[in-house]
């Protein structure tokens, strides 16, 4: 089966909380937890995306103690230096080890209004990087009320991966985030996040090839928690969680990333 072929992702998308200092205390304890359920990290990846000024710490925690914890950044840079105030290149956070880059968020579509174009610019920079980026895309409510959830977050699918050839798209992560499930706790149905991550898929076959589909992981995002996350999981084309709210708790977080422990609950 495609599925056992891609190891399960659980990324904890902490936004704007947690300084350097409470990160190290979060890291420290989700890796203590961790460890102490014997978890295979090769079997599902565990991975903190921290803001930006916690990176080192978490750069230095991770290799002083060998934790097996991934880290990403919440953004990347389009460009790879130069006269661009506050923003932060690909090359900079490769330096620091980190491994994935989250770009196109709806937050920042929203707040920032980032484009499609945007992203595809800032998921090649990270690329170019060695860096994986996890590329957002979902619907807001409306688009969802009219039943239009599947065209509209296919063509975010589509602008976002503009120019990619099949070696570069095989490489990426695409997380469906829907905007109306995003810290509402409004999560959307097991059924419904399949639906997507299944056409997302789909559509990736149609744009490269089987093996560009097959080699894709597929997050859901939205109001995701330790109690609702195995239902999820269970779908076939849903490949991992981004997580929001519950990734600040360590002990939560961990529940999330062993959710074979509490599949059926
Ligand atoms: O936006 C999200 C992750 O990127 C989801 O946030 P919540 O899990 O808080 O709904």
């Not at 599925?3 to 904890?12: C, D, H, V, Y």
């Not at 992560?173 to 898929?201: H, L």
């Not at 939205?222 to 990734?247: E, F, H, R």
């Amino acid at each position: 089966m495609a599925a056992s072929t891609r190891t399960p992702l659980m990324a904890g998308n902490w936004k704007m909380n947690l300084d350097h200092l409470e990160a190290i205390s979060v890291v420290q304890k989700l890796a203590w937890t961790l460890q102490d359920a014997k978890h295979d990290f090769s079997a599902v990846e565990a991975v903190v995306v921290p803001p930006f000024t916690d990176l080192r710490s978490v750069q230095t925690l991770v290799d002083g103690d060998d934790l097996k914890i991934a880290y990403g950044a919440q953004d990347v840079s389009a460009h790879e230096s130069g006269a661009y105030t506050g923003e932060i290149s690909a090359g900079m956070l490769a330096k620091l080890g980190v491994s994935y880059a989250v770009v196109g968020h709806s937050e920042r579509r929203e707040q920032h209004h980032e484009d499609d174009a945007l992203v595809a610019a800032k998921a090649k920079a990270a690329l170019a990087a060695g860096i994986t980026p996890i590329i957002c895309v979902g619907e807001g409510l409306d688009v969802r009320k009219a039943g239009d959830q599947v065209p509209y977050t296919l063509a975010q699918v589509e602008g976002s991966l503009a120019g990619f050839d099949a070696e570069q798209a095989a490489k990426v992560v695409i997380a469906y985030e829907p905007v109306w499930a995003i810290g509402t706790g409004e999560v959307a149905t097991p059924e419904d996040a399949q639906e997507v991550c299944a056409a997302i898929r789909a559509r990736l076959a149609e744009l490269y090839d089987s093996s560009v589909a097959e080699a894709v992981r597929v997050l859901y995002g939205g109001s995701v928690k330790s109690s609702n996350v195995a239902s999820i999981m269970a779908q076939p084309d849903v490949d991992g969680a981004l997580v929001g709210g519950a990734s600040l708790k360590a002990e939560e977080f961990a529940a999330i990333v062993r959710y074979q422990d509490h599949a059926g609950s």
